[in-house]
Nanobody, 118 residues
């Protein structure tokens, strides 16, 4: 099994910054991807950013140029640096670990609330 523990959410003003962290433990496979998703009230969960073991990244268009995803493979931790935050970034942010041992298996964190005030 795999466990994910997120931290770093909170309340910030429009234009401010936050950094989310997600520590991943348990049965971690060397071939994996880590990422962040978010879900605002009344909306479906949406992809925010992802990063592979090799460091290849991709982002949702809505956060490109403002958010940066990174990972520390030695610590099995993934980060999301969020700058120039907007009220529409308000959501619960979920850490995702995707294991490619047998196809693709997703594991999720419990979520951390990010609120951006206008």
């Amino acid at each position: 099994q795999v466990q994910l523990v997120e931290s770093g959410g909170g309340l910030v003003q429009h234009g401010g910054s936050l950094r989310l962290s997600c520590a991943i433990s348990g049965s971690i496979f060397s071939f994996n991807a880590m990422g962040w998703y978010r879900q605002a009230p009344g909306n479906q969960r949406e992809f925010v950013a992802g990063i592979t073991t090799a460091g290849t990244t991709n982002y949702a268009d809505s956060v490109k140029g403002r958010f940066t995803i990174s990972r520390d493979n030695a610590k099995n931790t993934v980060y999301l640096q969020m700058n120039s935050l907007k009220p529409e970034d308000t959501a619960v942010y979920y850490c995702n670990y995707r294991d490619f041992r047998r196809g693709a298996t997703d594991y999720w964190g419990q979520g951390t609330q990010v609120t951006v005030s206008s």
